[in-house]
């Protein structure tokens, strides 16, 4: 009993000296990277863009002109940083099949500057739609030296429910890295691809 009592005091000068040495607090680490906003349009080679603020609006993208843009935008608290990895993980529908499809890549960027500005795309084929089916949701996730930083989806408040990425066995290949499309002059900001 007595020792149990010794203890608490001890926890609690403990306690006390904490707030007295650190009065504001212990402050939290800021992120290394943060994940601003995650958005999804259909483009078509001719420079036109569609804004799809929802899903009902992404239901025409079987056609074979528009691909599928993804964008994850970002920001940088280190001063500079290398194999910066963001991974994609895209949710297709297929109503015909009742099936869904997972779609999952990793891009990885070097030399990424501290700042907000920066911007990770990948795209999906045409064909990828007209044989796989339609979006529903994707989820990126940013990860540096091997640890997951940060992360985010689209439709934002789309609901992650049970990992879904996790549940759906994935398919790589189909999500593009904007040099292998019509769109590799428009990718102003999308720093520097690492090759593996």
Known sequence: MRGTKIKYILSGFLLVSIFV????????????????????????????????????????????KKWGSLT???????????????????????????????????VVYMNIPKGKAHRSYVYIHPYA????GNIVKFRAEIWHEGVIVDSGMWPKDSEDKKNWWQQVKPLSGNLLASF????????????QIKFK
């Open 21 to 64: 040495i650190f009065p504001e607090g212990v402050k939290a680490e800021k992120k290394k990277f943060t994940v601003e906003k995650l958005f999804f349009e259909s483009r078509s080679p001719r420079g036109k863009s569609s804004s799809s603020g929802s899903v009902s609006n992404i239901s025409g993208l079987a056609d074979k």
């Open 72 to 106: 994850v935008l970002y920001s940088s608290n280190l001063e500079w940083a290398d194999n910066v990895t963001v991974k994609y993980y895209v949710l297709l529908k297929d109503e015909k099949k009742k099936k869904d499809v997972l779609f999952s890549d990793e």
């Open 129 to 132: 739609f007209k044989r796989y």
């Open 180 to 191: 292998f499309t019509p769109f590799s002059n428009f990718s102003i900001g999308e720093g």
